[in-house]
C-alpha cells in the first residue's frame, strides 16, 4: 500500500468507547466520514475495528536509564519504538532534551511537552531537572510554563537522606503560589508522586494531575476526586519499585520498607481511584527504567488493577486524547490509527498485533 492510496476503512470505527459508525476514509492524510467523488486508488481494509492512536501521557523521549542524551539518534530510535507500540500521541513528562525538531518528521508521534522538570535543590536526579528553592519556584514554574506545551512538571517528593525516606519537596504556600503562576500563564501543573506525604498540599494547592499516584490513600482520593485531578498510575514503573528498594535498602532501609509497601498496594491503590471516579489516563514513565514501546502493557496492567477493559483502552485513547485537547477520528482531522482484527474493548491484548497502522493518513513501516 502506497502513502498516497486512498484507504476505505470498513467494519466498526470506534469514534469513541461507546460509539462507532460503519465506515470512513482516509484521503490525502485526513480521516473523512464522506464518500469521496473520486477516488481512482481505492485500498479496502474490511472487516476491521478501527480506533484512534494510542496517547503514553508519561514518557521522556531522549532520557536513558544511564543518563541523558541529546542525540537526535536516540530520540529517533526511542520515538519510533513507541511508534510501533500503537503510541502516536505523547505527553513528554519532563525533559531537558530539545525534540522540537520531532515536530518536523511526519513519521514519528505527535508531542506535547511540560518543559524540563522542577525539583527542590539536591532532591532529584542529577543534571535531569532545574532546580531551586521554595523562592524560586514560581518563577522556575513562569520559564517552563513558557517552553512546553501547556504543562508544568514538578518533582513533588524524593528521597530526603536525612530522613531516610520519601519526603516532600516542597511547602504549601510556594506550590500554591507555583499554581497560580502556571494558570495565569494558561499552564496545567503535574507532579511527580511516589509516597503519601506530598499528596495533600499539592491537592489543595491546585494541581491538576499528578504522576505515579501510588500513596495515594483514602482521604487524597477523596480530595483528589472532589478537585477533578487526574492521575498517571504508570504501573509498568511501579513494578520497578522493589528494584528501587533492594538497591537503597542497606542505606535507606525505611525507603526500602516503604517502596515495597507501595508496590505490594499498588492495584489495590488505582482501582480505588477508578472507583472514586479520578480520572486515570496512560503513561509508562518510558525514558528511565522503562524501555519505551509499553503503551499496551500499560493498559494491561489496569485491567490487571480492576478497570474493565474498555476504561483501560478509553483511557490511553479517546480519553487521554480529549485531555490533552488532541482530536481522535473525527471529520477532517489527521488520519491517526490503528487498524484491528478484534474488538479492544472485550480484550486489549489485541492492541498488541494491529493489522495496520496509519500516522498522519501514511501507513507505518
Not at 502506497?2 to 469514534?15: A, I, P
Not at 514518557?59 to 519510533?80: D, F, K, L
Request: with cysteine; charged share 25%.
Amino acid at each position: 500500500m502506497r502513502s498516497e492510496d486512498v484507504l476505505h476503512l470498513t467494519g466498526r470505527v470506534l469514534v469513541g468507547p461507546d460509539e462507532e459508525v460503519g465506515e470512513a476514509w482516509v484521503i490525502g492524510g485526513r480521516i473523512t466520514f464522506e464518500r469521496p467523488a473520486h477516488a481512482p486508488e481505492v485500498v479496502e481494509v474490511a472487516d476491521a475495528w478501527v480506533i484512534p492512536g494510542l496517547v503514553d501521557a508519561h514518557c521522556h523521549v531522549g532520557m536513558q536509564p544511564s543518563g541523558i542524551t541529546g542525540s537526535r539518534e536516540v530520540c529517533e530510535e526511542q520515538a519510533r519504538a513507541d511508534l510501533a507500540g500503537g503510541t502516536m500521541l505523547i505527553r513528554d513528562a519532563g525533559s531537558p532534551i530539545d525534540t522540537r525538531w520531532i515536530d518536523e518528521r511526519e513519521d514519528l508521534p505527535r508531542i506535547v511537552r511540560a518543559g524540563r522538570h522542577i525539583a527542590r535543590t539536591g532532591r532529584y536526579i542529577r543534571n535531569v531537572a532545574h532546580e531551586g528553592d521554595p523562592a524560586d519556584l514560581p518563577g522556575l514554574v513562569r520559564e517552563q510554563a513558557a517552553l512546553g506545551d501547556g504543562w508544568v512538571k514538578l518533582v513533588g517528593d524524593w528521597i530526603d537522606r536525612e530522613i531516610g525516606d520519601l519526603a516532600p519537596c516542597w511547602p504549601a504556600d510556594a506550590l500554591r503560589e507555583a499554581m497560580d503562576a502556571a494558570h495565569a500563564a494558561g499552564a496545567r501543573v503535574t507532579a511527580h508522586c511516589f509516597g503519601e506525604d506530598c499528596l495533600e498540599d499539592l491537592i489543595e494547592a491546585g494541581i491538576d494531575c499528578i504522576e505515579h499516584g501510588s500513596g495515594l490513600t483514602e482521604e487524597t482520593i477523596a480530595l483528589a476526586a472532589a478537585r477533578g485531578v487526574a492521575i498517571v498510575p504508570t504501573l509498568v514503573n511501579i513494578a520497578n519499585f522493589t528494584v528501587f528498594a533492594d538497591a537503597a535498602a542497606a542505606k535507606f532501609p525505611t525507603y526500602g520498607a516503604h517502596m515495597r509497601r507501595l508496590h505490594a498496594q499498588r492495584h489495590e491503590t488505582i482501582a480505588a481511584a477508578f472507583d472514586a471516579g479520578l480520572p486515570l489516563f496512560v503513561g509508562t514513565d518510558a525514558g528511565g527504567n522503562v524501555v519505551h514501546g509499553m503503551v499496551v502493557d500499560e493498559i494491561a496492567e489496569l485491567v490487571t488493577a480492576g478497570l474493565p477493559p474498555t476504561s483501560a483502552l478509553d483511557a490511553g485513547c479517546w480519553g487521554a486524547r480529549s485531555w490533552l485537547r488532541h482530536p481522535d477520528l473525527e471529520e477532517g482531522e489527521s488520519a491517526d490509527l490503528l487498524v484491528l482484527d478484534a474488538d479492544p474493548r472485550r480484550d486489549v491484548a489485541v492492541l498488541t498485533q494491529p493489522r495496520l497502522r496509519v500516522l498522519r493518513g501514511r501507513p507505518v513501516r
